[in-house]
């Protein structure tokens, strides 16, 4: 008879050995499911049934509309007219530039819904030209890097669906939506006020002040792009649209406004479009595959229950859970991709936070993802860190040292939306 203890040591144990050895995390997750189903007796069938059906799923079809929304909008100018529609907002102030960044990241954010493509983005477009006015190229990149975090908090966000899945699929994708975007604001004007402090010290400079005729026209064009935003939510949150169905609207919009009204790419551009979001749904859903058998296993296991009786055999102080959970999903964060992440730690942590805590689901889902955004910008995995450091030509460990300051903006929105209920749950109550 197979011994659970046993099985469980063969997961987690196969699973931190192979991310040590640098195997893909896709085939990490899939690979220590297969060892410990061998083990259990359990018929690999089984773990092929359960990957497959993770991504069987209505609603995760809106994942590759707003993957496809996010690139079509990205390639066709809208991130350019972000860039000036913000400068016209904020580039008058010291190191105006840097303020620039993170308020771009924001809107951009809001219509791509992943930090890797603002950074790819927004970063392509603003690093090399901070570097050019005097800007120090890591506090360009750390600027950058922290601010596409925004991107997976304000709505539409992917990871969102994702997290009401794990839940179950008794969470509202429409309330994650609305208790996202408080806490992903909020993000962004403390990621300004230290940009402001460190520029005003430095000196770096000022952009020039637009005159109100280049403002309306600047504002204009960039409120065409950012209606993709209120097109997804409105419809999701009004019940006029599914998120699925506003994701593929928006696909709709956003193509009509690139190639009709923007007319800065041409239709033969398409194609490549297409392509590399194929590339970016490929690894997203791999992912939420590999994910999902690796996640029935940690429930048939009972590690989730374990894990309850564990932290509530610490502490019955919700302080210091929390403060403990915290931790432990920034280390995670720090080593792992978000998709998967979610999927595991999600049923884990929700008999502790929501069953014994009484954490509302959307504060737990908004909490948890602003954790793991968070580690989209450490080392050692960080995609977001890797591609901004790439775009800025700098190493890791420079782009990180400088980022320190940007970190503690990060945490203590953290805490706020951990310990303070109404910043991400006035706006879900009033739908």
């Not at 040590?20 to 220590?32: A, Q």
């Not at 927004?122 to 005097?134: A, E, H, Q």
């Not at 992440?341 to 908004?366: A, E, H, R």
């Amino acid at each position: 008879m197979p011994d659970f203890s046993t099985a469980t040591t063969i997961l987690m144990g196969s699973f931190v050995i192979l991310l040590l050895l640098k195997f893909p995390i896709t085939f990490t997750l899939f690979i220590s499911s297969v060892f410990t189903a061998l083990y259990l007796n359990i018929p690999l069938l089984s773990i092929v049934q359960r990957t497959v059906s993770g991504v069987n799923s209505f609603s995760l079809l809106a994942i590759p509309f707003f993957i496809l929304a996010g690139e079509i909008m990205g390639r066709g100018g809208i991130s350019r007219r972000l860039v000036e529609f913000s400068n016209a907002m904020v580039g008058r102030v010291r190191g105006g530039l840097a303020e620039v960044n993170v308020l771009a990241s924001m809107f951009f954010g809001g219509i791509s819904g992943s930090a890797v493509a603002d950074v790819s983005s927004i970063g392509t477009m603003l690093i090399p030209m901070m570097v050019d006015k005097g800007y120090d190229d890591d506090y360009a990149v750390a600027v950058t890097v922290t601010s596409s975090c925004q991107g997976v908090i304000i709505p539409p966000s992917h990871n969102m669906i994702i997290f009401s899945l794990a839940a179950g699929g008794g969470v509202s994708v429409g309330k994650l939506f609305m208790g996202g975007i408080v806490p992903g604001v909020l993000l962004g004007l403390a990621l300004m006020i230290v940009s402001y402090v460190i520029a005003v010290k430095r000196g770096y400079p000022k952009e020039e002040k637009y005159g109100f005729k280049r403002t309306v026209q600047v504002s204009r064009d960039a409120i065409l792009g950012l209606l993709t935003v209120v097109i997804i939510i409105g419809g999701v949150v009004t019940g006029v649209f599914t998120a699925t169905e506003s994701a593929s609207v928006a696909v709709v919009y956003a193509f009509i406004i690139t190639f009709f009204v923007y007319r800065e790419i041409s239709l033969k551009e398409m194609p490549k479009i297409l392509l590399h979001s194929l590339r970016t749904l490929a690894m997203v859903m791999s992912l939420i595959a590999a994910a999902s058998a690796f996640g029935w296993l940690l429930a048939y296991l009972r590690i989730p229950q374990a894990v309850t009786t564990f932290l509530l055999g610490i502490s019955n102080n919700p302080i210091i859970l929390l403060l403990l959970i915290n931790v432990m999903l920034l280390v995670l964060g720090a080593i792992m991709d978000m998709a998967p992440l979610i999927i595991i730690v999600t049923p884990i942590l929700y008999p502790v936070i929501v069953g014994q805590l009484g954490m509302s689901p959307i504060q737990f889902g908004i909490m948890l993802i602003l954790n793991l955004a968070i580690g989209l910008c450490t080392p050692p995995v960080g995609s977001a860190l890797f591609v901004g450091s790439a775009i800025g030509k700098i190493s890791i460990e420079k782009a990180t040292k400088a980022m320190l300051p940007f970190y503690v903006a990060m945490l203590i929105t953290l805490l706020l939306v951990t310990f303070w209920t109404p910043l991400t749950m006035t706006l879900p109550n009033m739908m």
